[in-house]
């Protein structure tokens, strides 16, 4: 990847460490079917409506995060859960999400039928932050904290080995035709290396 820094690579790491910190602090949910969501300490189940989620690989204790593999939001108000479940459902109508895995399942030779994708997807875990604001306001925010939490994670990966993913044969990543995907390790076809956070102080307010 033809790519400059230009932003401070020691902020970037504290930055992209403080996220990962933030988000083993939360709380984290699966994907029980039906459009629910469920702490996975405490079962309770997701109700927040507006927000921002990422996508969490764990470690093997399903406890704490090893990496995020994406990041999104919802365009419409009160439509997190919906949009949520239309990534880790047997939706017919895809999402970008589900098409890029889909791709690298079929370019693994595996099979890649809606439960095979969603099978991978609900194998992750989920962090929301939530932006409790129906305003244009509240869609502006929501917007550019995902744009920031993506610029932080994939400027990370870029200058940082520790943020990408393992130069493993098993890992879907390795399948990817989009060369960023692949070195960066986010499940995105766009949005990466735009201005990340430039202080941990601004993350740490983001998450409850």
């Given at each position: 990847?033809?790519?400059?820094?230009?932003?401070?690579?020691?902020?970037?790491?504290?930055?992209?460490?403080?996220?990962?910190?933030?988000?083993?602090?939360?709380?984290?949910?699966?994907?029980?079917?039906?459009?629910?969501?469920?702490?996975?300490?405490?079962?309770?189940?997701?109700?927040?409506?507006?927000?921002?989620?990422?996508?969490?690989q764990m470690n093997e204790d399903d406890r704490t995060a090893k990496r995020i593999v994406r990041v999104g939001t919802h365009n419409k108000n009160n439509r997190l859960i919906k949009r949520l479940s239309l990534h880790c459902g047997n939706s017919i109508k895809g999402t970008?999400?589900?098409?890029?895995?889909?791709d690298c399942l079929i370019k693994k030779g595996e099979k890649s039928n809606p439960e095979?994708?969603?099978?991978?997807?609900?194998?992750?875990?989920?962090?929301?932050?939530?932006?409790?604001?129906e305003s244009n306001k509240g869609i502006e925010k929501r917007l550019r904290i995902e744009e920031q939490l993506i610029a932080t994670l994939s400027w990370a990966a870029f200058l940082f080995s520790e943020f990408r993913p393992e130069k493993d044969e098993t890992d879907l990543f390795t399948f990817a035709e989009n060369e960023q995907i692949k070195k960066i390790g986010l499940w995105l076809s766009d949005g990466m290396f735009c201005t990340p956070f430039k202080s941990e102080k601004e993350i740490e307010t983001l998450f409850p």
């Open positions: 990847m033809e790519i400059q820094p230009i932003y401070n690579p020691e902020d970037i790491y504290k930055c992209a460490k403080k996220i990962l910190q933030c988000c083993n602090d939360s709380k984290v949910y699966k994907f029980t079917g039906k459009g629910k969501f469920e702490d996975i300490k405490n079962h309770e189940l997701l109700n927040i409506e507006n927000g921002v989620y990422l996508f969490l970008v999400f589900r098409e890029l895995v889909r095979s994708i969603s099978e991978y997807i609900n194998g992750l875990r989920i962090v929301v932050i939530p932006v409790n604001d």
